[in-house]
C-alpha cells in the first residue's frame, strides 16, 4: 500500500525533465549566435511568468497565458522552454537571486547575517506570495540559488557550528520560520478579498457565541488575555519571533563554545 501524496496539487520543483531544467539554468544549451535573431528569449519568457504568478498566484501560469502577455504563439514558447514544471524551476531560481535579499555590511558576524538572511526572505515572500506555495522538497540548485548560498555561508562563517549544523538553521530559518510567519501574515491580510468577507463580519458572527464562552468561567486564562493579545502585526510579530528563535541560537553556540574550552583545557591540565 503506498503513502498519499501529502500535496498532491502542490506545485514542485524538479518535476519536470530535471536535465533540461539543469541546461536552462546554466546555460548550457546556448544556440550560435548565427541565423536571424529570436523573437523571444528566455529571460523574458520568465521575466513575464514571475509578473504573472505575482499578479494572480502560480495557478494563472501557464504556457498558454505567457504566450499570450508576449504577443507571441504558445507553440513558440516551446522553443524555449519545455512546459511549466521547467518553467518553475527556471522562476524559483530567478526570484532567488542574491538581489532579493539584501547586502551584508562589513563585519557583520553571524548573528547579524542571519537577521540580513531572514529578512530578505521575508520581503521576498511578500513580493512573490504564490512562491509559499511551491514544495521546494528537491530543489533545482541554479546559478542564483548557489550564490545565495555560498554568500550567506561566507557571513555566518564565525559562527561555532559544524557544517551540518549551517544548514540546518538555515533551513529552520527559512523553511521553517520565516516561511511559516509570511504565510500566516498574507493569509491573514488577504483573507477578506479571497472570501468577500470582512474582518469584522467574520468576527461579528462569532461574538454572541464567543461572548458567552468567555464570561462561562470554562477558559478562564483566555477571558484575562489582554484585548490586545489578538491584534496580530505581522512585521512586529515577524522580528519578535526572529529574535527569540537567534537568541536561542547564541546560547546554543555560547554553551557549546564552553564545553569546547573545558574539554581543552581538561586535556592541558592533564
Not at 541546461?23 to 528566455?42: C, I, M, Q, S, V
Not at 546559478?143 to 538553521?169: C, F, Q, W, Y
Amino acid at each position: 500500500m503506498t503513502s498519499p501524496d501529502p500535496h498532491p496539487r502542490a506545485h514542485t520543483t524538479g518535476s519536470g525533465d530535471l536535465a533540461r531544467s539543469l541546461e536552462l539554468l546554466w546555460g548550457l544549451d546556448r544556440k550560435p549566435a548565427r541565423g536571424p535573431k529570436p523573437a523571444l528569449t528566455l529571460d523574458a519568457i520568465v521575466t513575464t511568468a514571475i509578473a504573472v504568478a505575482d499578479a494572480e498566484g502560480l495557478d494563472a501560469v501557464s504556457m498558454r497565458r505567457v504566450a499570450a502577455e508576449l504577443g507571441a504563439g504558445t507553440m513558440s514558447l516551446y522553443r524555449y522552454v519545455p512546459g511549466k514544471a521547467e518553467l518553475l524551476d527556471l522562476m524559483v531560481d530567478r526570484v532567488n537571486a542574491p538581489g532579493d535579499g539584501a547586502e551584508f555590511p562589513p563585519d557583520v558576524g553571524w548573528r547579524g547575517a542571519l537577521e540580513v538572511v531572514a529578512r530578505g526572505i521575508w520581503r521576498m515572500y511578500a513580493r512573490h506570495p504564490w512562491l509559499l506555495g511551491v514544495d521546494q522538497a528537491r530543489p533545482v540548485l541554479g546559478p542564483n540559488s548557489l550564490r545565495a548560498l555560498e554568500t550567506t555561508l561566507a557571513a555566518i562563517g564565525d559562527a561555532a557550528l559544524s557544517d551540518r549544523e549551517k544548514m540546518t538553521v538555515l533551513t529552520i530559518l527559512d523553511g521553517g520560520y520565516v516561511s511559516g510567519m509570511a504565510r500566516t501574515h498574507l493569509n491573514t491580510t488577504h483573507a477578506a478579498q479571497r472570501t468577500g468577507i470582512s474582518d469584522e463580519q467574520f468576527w461579528s458572527a462569532q461574538a454572541p457565541i464567543l461572548n458567552q464562552a468567555m464570561t462561562s468561567g470554562s477558559y478562564p486564562h483566555l477571558a484575562a488575555l489582554d484585548q490586545s493579545a489578538f491584534t496580530a502585526d505581522g512585521e512586529a510579530d515577524f522580528e519578535f519571533g526572529l529574535k527569540l528563535l537567534l537568541d536561542g541560537l547564541e546560547t546554543h553556540i555560547a554553551h557549546h563554545t564552553k564545553h569546547v574550552a573545558g574539554e581543552a583545557k581538561e586535556k592541558d591540565d592533564c
